[in-house]
């Protein structure tokens, strides 16, 4: 944070996070973000919660996540080997739902087995076409041979998909069996919105409160506290849900 001062120039100020502020603040936004992820909802079907909270009784509403969202209308493919034209066959089902046949660009996020699957598949696809050497491997100056290749896109008809792996994939859906979304993240061309969302009441998506005990929030500080116990509580919480406009523009492919 810096601020002008005197003849305006800049006077830098640190500001430095406790350790156990800033893993709680780290835990609080990784169980949002796998809650916006793959939240069912809990809601029945004559609107009501089926959680409340055990001590005031006050409902806990919760809204369907990405994931059950884009279920619901995605295309879907089971495969027992990935080969190109498994995502071909992807890349063509989504181009049908896109507003233009070429120039799209869509996100594959995948588990830790698919990518692994991923990069197999396109390194022995690259070796039937005879690419040249120079794209394998690299002599250093040191005489040290580089072998191997990342792939991290793969195009057909003017058209490209993007890898992504993301572990949080692996944990809920296993290692065992690929598992992978791509979604088209096309802004929608009239507004100009993105395509995912997330929604709030207003100032309320992270509010953080301090609980002080016997001695204040320093151990050591005299007045007003909360608790006759020795301790003091340091409380994030928010509300959040997310939106996906399009979920039929996604497709999903599954390891049999």
């Not at 509403?61 to 209308?73: A, C, K, N, T, W």
Request: aromatic share 12%; glycine share 10%.
């Amino acid at each position: 944070v810096a601020e002008g001062k005197g003849n305006g120039g800049l006077t830098e100020t640190l500001y430095k996070m406790n350790k156990k502020e800033k893993d709680l603040l780290e835990n609080f936004l990784y169980v949002r973000n796998n809650g916006l992820l793959f939240n069912k909802t809990n809601v029945d079907k004559n609107g009501k919660p089926t959680i409340v909270d055990p001590d005031s009784g006050r409902p806990i509403y919760i809204g369907d996540g990405l994931i059950p969202q884009v279920e619901r209308f995605a295309s879907k493919y089971v495969f027992t080997k990935l080969t190109v034209d498994v995502f071909n066959t992807a890349l063509n089902a989504l181009v049908e739902k896109a507003a233009q046949p070429t120039g799209n660009k869509f996100v594959f996020i995948c588990n830790e087995r698919m990518w692994n699957l991923v990069q197999g598949t396109l390194g022995e696809y690259l070796s039937r076409w005879k690419v040249n050497n120079t794209f394998m491997w690299s002599q250093a100056a040191n005489d040290y041979v580089d072998v191997g290749a990342t792939f991290v896109s793969y195009e057909f008809a003017g058209n490209v998909i993007s890898f992504k792996v993301d572990r949080t994939f692996s944990r809920e859906y296993g290692s065992d069996k690929a598992y992978s979304l791509m979604l088209d993240l096309t802004a929608d061309k009239s507004t100009g919105e993105a395509p995912i969302q997330m929604f709030t009441l207003k100032g309320g998506d992270f509010i953080t409160n301090k609980f002080p005990g016997v001695g204040g929030l320093d151990g050591l500080t005299s007045g007003v506290v909360s608790s006759a116990t020795a301790a003091s509580k340091l409380i994030n919480w928010g509300y959040s849900g997310i939106g996906v406009f399009s979920p039929y523009r996604s497709f999903i492919l599954k390891e049999a």
